[in-house]
């Protein structure tokens, strides 16, 4: 008997492996084909290209912090894609028994970006992964962080910080005060859920959310 279970285990550990090869074959065909049709090159200047493009210099210290707090704390140690940050915002998800965290790297949420990637389909998820390697690969953490505030939907048809900035707060990204770094950090968690014009309350409380993890770091 005990051989028996012995021999479906293997079996099926065999067959794991198997079907994780074939996935990770089919997302890495996928990210072929994607960065085929446009090249990561000529995706990172159609963002650079946008007439409000914003800095890094010119993101505030502020700003830059609560984004790595909130949405991505391993940031400057991982190399595009982080299981211990995928298994730590399970683990924070679980215990505040809200969805206040994303699995996603800020590299992989910019990789998303950059080619419109509908990451529900586990394959294009897989894709997105290898993108977000070649972005670790080509481009500094600085520039990644500069590109990711470039590229990100921040709710009222914003999607770019200076966009945000200018629609919500009347000022300029350098300008921010503290308030408006931590609000535009939380925001693009979830855009319409956390607009600061269409639910303010919610905006607070997400922004608090931010604080909380920027402490905590």
């Known amino acids: 008997m005990a051989k028996i279970i ?9 067959l794991a492996v198997l079907t994780v090869g074939a996935l990770v074959l089919l997302g890495y065909n996928e990210y072929r084909s994607i960065v085929g049709a446009k090249s990561l090159t000529s995706a990172v200047a159609e963002v650079r290209s946008k007439e409000n493009y914003t ?12 984004v790595v707090a909130v949405e991505d704390r391993r940031f400057y140690k991982h190399g ?3 299981p211990i940050g995928i298994l730590r915002a399970m683990y924070v ?8 965290e994303g699995g996603s790297t800020i590299t992989q949420q910019l990789a998303k970006n950059l080619y419109s990637i509908n990451n529900r389909n586990l394959i294009k998820k897989i894709a997105e992964a290898f993108i977000a390697f070649d972005l670790e690969k080509n481009y500094t953490k600085n520039e990644i962080l500069e590109l990711y505030a470039n590229s990100i939907y921040f709710g009222d048809g914003y999607y770019c910080i200076y966009d945000a900035a200018m629609g919500y707060f009347n000022t300029e990204p350098a300008a921010m005060d503290e308030y408006q770094c931590t609000m535009l950090a939380g925001i693009p968690n979830a855009p319409s859920v956390y607009s600061p014009t269409k ?3 919610l905006a607070e409380r997400r922004r608090q959310i931010v604080l909380r993890r920027m402490k905590e770091d």
């Open 6 to 14: 012995k021999t479906l285990l293997l079996c099926l550990l065999i």
């Open 55 to 66: 800095v890094y210099a010119d993101l505030p210290d502020t700003y830059v912090k609560a």
């Open 80 to 82: 595009g894609v982080d």
């Open 93 to 100: 998800n679980l215990r505040d028994k809200e969805m206040n």
């Open 199 to 201: 639910n303010p309350e």
